[in-house]
């Protein structure tokens, strides 16, 4: 074999490595970008209701869609501290599944010390932390006449079913024989569940009081729970307390938000328009945490608030 004949087939090789390496490097990276974007999907191990608690105690119920094609699991946790005289306040989380997983037995000591909300997760009969295809169904509204699919091709626009879901069948299971305060009734959720969550407050719904939207997705059709925002009419919100967590919504730097910068410099003046005229809507912002990061950030807070909750400050005074 030549001199010249191996020098080729080693420039060769080393060309081949060293494409090789780049293509690794360039999956690495982008893998490193596409993080926080993307959730976590390792199959969950025993969350806080097998593993025990000194302070609430938990049960498991399971309901299905009208159409039988998703699945719930409701994992519902009850202080073990008496219900204060007008009942426990409640906090509806969605995407139980994860949220089940984020919660800790240091929280629960912390919810403990002041007036401890019945928990109540709502998740999918699933193992892993999202159940993505039914998750993108329910917590979407139909904001159009012919619903086109999200970017990764799954199913939206089945929000209203899901509330009608919660109105008539979940609530009135999950706290049949609990003593419930009614006007502190909240519910949490993030991305698409922060969506949900602000379509619910936007609807005529009257089944909660209390709403935790965290780093909502309000891109492509979504957007538009923007304008609607707007255009409410203050006295038929006057006693809805809205909560809107946002992460990373630094102009021109929205790099890891899943809502454009224009979008949530709208949605910021909206809020701050709302509130001028009496409204009780508040913006709470950590422009460190990416949308990823938000869940766990938002969750805690969402509980601790209603924990501490007063009639006071919930409720305004309607216009008569």
Partial sequence: MSKVYMSKVLYRWRNRRIASQLVALFLTLLCAVNSDARPNMTPLGPNIAEKGSAYYHFSVSTFDSVDGRRHYKVWTGVPDKRPPPSGYPVLYLLDGNAAMDKLSEPLLKQLSASTPPVIV??????????????????????VTKMQSPDLHGRENGGARLFRDLLEKTLVPAVEKGLKI??????????????????????????????????????????????????????????????????????????????????????????????????????????????????????????????????????MTPCPK
């Fill in 121 to 142: 997760a709502i998740g999918y009969q699933t193992a892993l932390p999202f159940d993505v295809i039914a998750r993108a169904y329910d917590y979407t509204p139909p």
């Fill in 181 to 314: 305060d009614s006007a502190k009734r909240g519910i949490w959720g993030h991305s698409y569940g922060g969506v949900f969550v602000l379509d619910t407050y936007l609807s005529s719904s009257s089944l909660f009081n209390l709403y935790y939207s965290a780093s909502p997705s309000l891109n492509q059709n979504y957007a538009v729970l923007v304008d609607r925002l707007g255009e409410i009419n203050s006295a038929e919100r006057c006693d809805k307390q809205m909560y809107l967590y946002e992460g990373d919504d630094t102009p021109g730097k929205n790099i890891r938000s899943e809502t454009a910068p224009d979008v949530l410099l709208k949605l910021h003046s909206t809020l701050e328009t709302l509130h001028s005229q009496g409204l009780p809507v508040s913006y709470w912002s950590d422009p460190a945490l990416s949308h990823g990061q938000m869940f766990t950030a938002s969750l805690p807070r969402a509980l601790l608030n209603i924990a501490m909750q007063q009639p006071s400050n919930i």
